[in-house]
């Protein structure tokens, strides 16, 4: 079975537990988001590996940073997170969030150099650290599929075609995930190599259902973030996805790129909610072992180890 390369060393696929498919541990949002949204200062490092710490405990084994270059990636705080709570396999990414975030530089700077720096993150390591990516990642605005968009999704595509790590993308609430993977796709990216986060914004079971039957992940990401939604309506989607046959095609994370979702740093759902909270809701409401364990373990693994 294929391995997958977190922060500490190669992880076979059999070893990577259950898994959270999208998270922050730290990053420094750049200084214009900050004076816009204070609530991206998610970089103390101390805190960070003290919820994580608790996610542990409560069964989790492999999480994916996915702080993107644009958002503020610092791999040397996530490195001492890694250090703190060593038992946790952390993936880190290279690529960019949305175009939003992006700053001049990504638009003035040709697509051949982004793409060769994002290669040298997976091949050699970021930022001279010899820690290697293992995610890339691109992403679109809400409701747009612009030039910047596809620039993005552009890299993401060919970096992927040269270097074979999985792509895991953003999309703004949930919108213009099909039009991703007909995008990506069309490069010759293969469906079941790609994840769309943030599908869940959008709790529509025929959008997520024509997703999925790509062989596309769609990433759900959003439990307990109840101004996003209640549970209620992200579950009635989830189940009608496994009743559909495409239960093999969500991941689950939690997202929480706010302090203000952190205990440790004040606020909640806590970083443990999707197993201390979410899964024995989804076991009371009857959802099957089968089905939870395809969502916490074998699904994750066969989107890192390419499977199909
Ligand atoms: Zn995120």
Not at 96 to 120: F, G, H, M
Not at 167 to 183: F, S
Not at 262 to 284: C, E, M, Q
Request: glycine content about 10%; proline content about 5%.
């Amino acid at each position: 079975m294929a391995s997958v390369m977190p922060i500490r060393g190669e992880v076979a696929g059999r070893d990577l537990g259950i898994v959270d498919y999208h998270e922050h541990l730290a990053f420094d949002a750049p200084e214009w988001l900050l004076r816009e949204d204070r609530d991206f200062r998610l970089n103390d490092v101390e805190k960070s590996a003290e919820e994580l710490e608790t996610w542990m405990q409560a069964g989790g084994r492999t999480i994916i940073e996915m702080s993107a270059i644009d958002f503020g990636r610092n791999i040397h705080k996530v490195k001492r997170v890694s250090d703190l709570v060593p038992n946790v396999h952390i993936i880190v990414i290279t690529g960019y969030n949305k175009p939003y975030y992006c700053d001049r530089s990504v638009w003035q700077t040709d697509e051949s150099d982004l793409i060769r720096a994002c290669v040298r993150d997976i091949t050699e390591g970021i930022d001279g650290t010899g820690i290697k990516a293992g995610i890339m990642k691109g992403g679109t605005g809400y409701n747009t599929f612009t030039e910047r968009d596809k620039k993005l999704l552009r890299i993401a595509a060919k970096v992927h075609l040269e270097t074979g790590v999985p792509i895991i993308t953003h999309t703004e609430a949930g919108t213009m995930g099909y039009e991703q993977v007909e995008y990506l796709t069309s490069f010759g990216v293969e469906p079941h190599r790609i994840c769309l986060s943030h599908i869940d914004r959008n709790p529509d079971f025929w959008e997520h259902r024509r997703i999925a039957e790509t062989g596309a992940y769609v990433g759900y990401d959003c439990p307990g973030k109840i101004k996003y939604g209640p549970d209620e309506l992200r579950n009635t989607v989830l189940r009608r996805l496994i009743d559909a046959g495409l239960g093999t095609r969500i991941l689950l994370g939690n997202d929480l790129g706010r302090p203000s979702y952190w205990r440790s740093y004040g606020g909640g759902p806590g970083l443990d909610f999707v197993l201390t909270k979410f899964i024995p809701r989804l076991r009371a409401e009857g959802f099957s072992p089968a089905a939870i364990d395809d969502l916490l373990i074998h699904n994750p693994r066969r989107f890192l180890t390419s499977e199909e």
